[in-house]
């Protein structure tokens, strides 16, 4: 799954002689042409906020030629139907043309980094609303930690209903990654995986900005699930999270949490790219079943209009997250 030598020198040689073009690929890639009624979206943004660690591998983010292989691996899936990365992974994906009739979802606060004093004053150091309309992209995520302890919360919060504006202007998604969080006795922080927490952090993300028009959320699979996803009519896409349980048991929450009339999907990272057998293929492959079923239509997609899409043109979790948000 590891990009070669040769692949990552002509990578890093296009970098260095023709820096533009990065924005001459966004310009001509393969577009989707509409969305299916349930999306199946890889997520690899973990690295940009210094988190690189895998279950008991603190590296296992670490090698980008090893990283971008397995991305590759995903996304050859038809079925898998989209990214969610900040610019440096997305551009290599672009540049290796693996990006073509996907949809691609640009993070843009990656300040919080992880072990961080500062580390729920997340600020939005990468894509912004204007550059994410300008390269084609489909939207744009926010992670939004709700620590009531911490004052820099609030300044996230207001970034965040900013950029709800700014990419519903545009007709771009807003997705909200929601956590109530707090610090835990070591001091670090630390999301609460249960109901209750997540509930509450669901309606604070959904209120942010003048419209929820374009506003998804991106949620993690916790207990009483059905009840969680009662407290919104907001599509809402499923965080499949830091694989800490065996992957039967992973898959297992996942297709019960999108039974769920407002489940519109999941965003997987580390447990499609790293799964304890390392084989991608077929982890992706459960994925894309359990998501899109096991029969699908000629195009190779279900064609349902994603509400509040418009195309672009230019398990039991527990109480410690440690390492499960994005």
């Known amino acids: 799954m590891r990009l070669s030598d040769t692949e990552i020198h002509q990578l890093t040689r296009r970098r260095i002689s023709d820096p533009d073009a990065i924005a001459s690929a966004w310009a001509t890639r393969g577009r989707r042409k509409g969305p299916d009624s349930r999306l199946l979206i890889v997520a690899a943004d973990h690295p940009a906020r210094g988190a690189l660690g895998v279950r008991d591998n603190n590296d296992a983010m ?10 590759v691996t995903a996304l050859a899936n038809p079925r898998v139907d989209g990214v969610l990365a900040t610019a440096d992974v997305l551009e290599d994906l672009l540049l290796l043309g693996a990006l073509d009739d996907k949809l691609v979802i640009g993070s843009m606060n990656r300040g919080g980094l992880q072990g961080a004093g500062f ?31 911490d004052s820099g919360t609030v300044a996230t919060l207001q970034a965040t209903a900013r950029a709800v504006d700014e990419l519903a202007t545009r007709r771009k998604i807003a997705m909200i990654e929601p956590f109530w ?19 509450r952090s669901m309606h604070v993300a959904s209120g942010l900005g003048a419209t929820s028009a374009y506003t998804w959320l991106k949620v993690p699979i916790v207990p009483e699930m059905h009840r969680v996803l009662e407290a919104t009519t907001l599509p809402t896409l499923l965080l499949g999270g830091d694989p800490t349980t065996d992957s039967d048991e992973t898959y297992a929450s996942w297709e019960d949490a999108l039974s769920a009339p407002s489940a519109a999907g999941l965003v997987i990272g580390r447990a499609l790219l790293f799964p304890p057998d390392d084989d991608v293929a077929a982890a992706v492959d459960v994925a894309a079943r359990l998501v899109h079923g ?4 000629s195009s190779g997609r279900v064609t349902d209009e994603w509400p509040g899409y418009t195309p672009a043109t230019g398990s039991q979790p527990g ?8």
Do not use: M, V, W
């Open 181 to 199: 969080s707090e610090f835990g006795t070591d001091g670090r922080a630390r999301n609460i995986l249960t109901a209750d927490a997540t509930i």
């Open 119 to 149: 580390e729920f004053d997340d600020r939005f150091t990468g894509y912004t609303a204007a550059q994410i309309d300008d390269f084609g992209l489909d939207g744009g995520k926010t992670l939004a930690r709700i620590c009531l302890q």
């Open 62 to 71: 670490a090698s980008r030629p090893e990283l971008l292989g397995r991305l």
């Open 294 to 297: 096991t029969e699908p239509s």
């Open 319 to 326: 109480h410690s997250a440690k390492g499960t948000e994005s």
